[in-house]
């Protein structure tokens, strides 16, 4: 069982907006430890979205933001584009288990 | 540009281990923490352990502790992780991710290291 909780899928239409969510405990996101975003295409590495819950890194475009409320984080994709398909997973410290990741969230573009 | 560049992939026998080297390049290699995250087949990624940037500090994920070593050439630009007692469960995609400074984001990631365990 994932210490961050990720819904399993979501889908939208091309254009479309979604957003995933990220749910963990008082332990890691209540804590206050930030949150990365990550894509990941089949047989490939992560790719990182999101830092810090809410930054940008160089390269990705404004379409995907993130933000961090309570235990909770989301990343919102906009303007849904085919190759948005894939396999996306929350990231955080924690403090019993260090460094922990979501059960992962597979988005499909309908 | 930077890059993180993994060795080959491993077929290894239950009880072995396996020792992966990550070389980077493009970076001041000293300047950026190195995390280890595997993942196995259809599954999250999972968190092993990190070598902190500019000194020799590591931590290890308490699932690993006791079999699990994260060593440095700096003459080299390279990490290294090594895995000891090797079991069915420990098949999986290893990779070596840089840890953005004053992050805990990963914002490069080697191209993976496929180990199989299998007698």
């Known amino acids: 069982q994932s210490v961050l909780t990720q819904p399993p899928s979501v889908s939208g239409a091309p254009g479309q907006r979604v957003t995933i969510s990220c749910t963990g405990s008082s332990t890691n996101i209540g804590a206050g430890y930030d949150v990365q975003w990550y894509r990941q295409l089949p047989g490939t590495a992560p790719k990182l979205l999101i830092f810090?819950?809410?930054h940008r890194p160089p390269g990705v475009p404004g379409r995907f933001s993130g933000s961090k409320s309570g235990i909770s984080a989301s990343l919102a994709i906009t303007g849904l584009q085919a190759e948005d398909e894939a396999d996306y997973y929350c990231h955080s410290s924690d403090s019993s288990l260090t460094v922990v990741f979501g059960g992962g969230t597979k988005l499909t573009v309908l | 540009q930077v890059q993180l560049v993994q060795s080959g992939a491993e077929v290894k026998e239950p009880g072995a281990s396996v020792k992966i080297s990550c070389k980077a390049s493009g970076y001041m290699f000293m300047d950026y923490a190195i995390h280890w995250v595997r993942q196995a087949p259809g599954q999250r990624p999972e968190w092993m352990g990190w070598?902190?940037?500019?000194?020799?500090?590591?931590k290890y994920s308490q699932k690993f502790q006791g079999r699990f070593t994260i060593s440095r050439d700096t003459s080299a630009n390279t990490v290294y992780m090594e895995l000891s007692g090797l079991m069915s469960e420990d098949t999986a995609v290893y990779y070596c991710?840089?840890?953005?400074?004053?992050?805990?984001?990963?914002?490069?990631w080697g191209q993976g290291t496929r180990v199989t365990v299998s007698s």
């Open positions: 070598i902190n940037r500019g000194n020799d500090n590591k």
């Open positions: 991710a840089r840890v953005l400074t004053g992050s805990d984001g990963c914002d490069f």
């Open positions: 810090d819950s809410v």
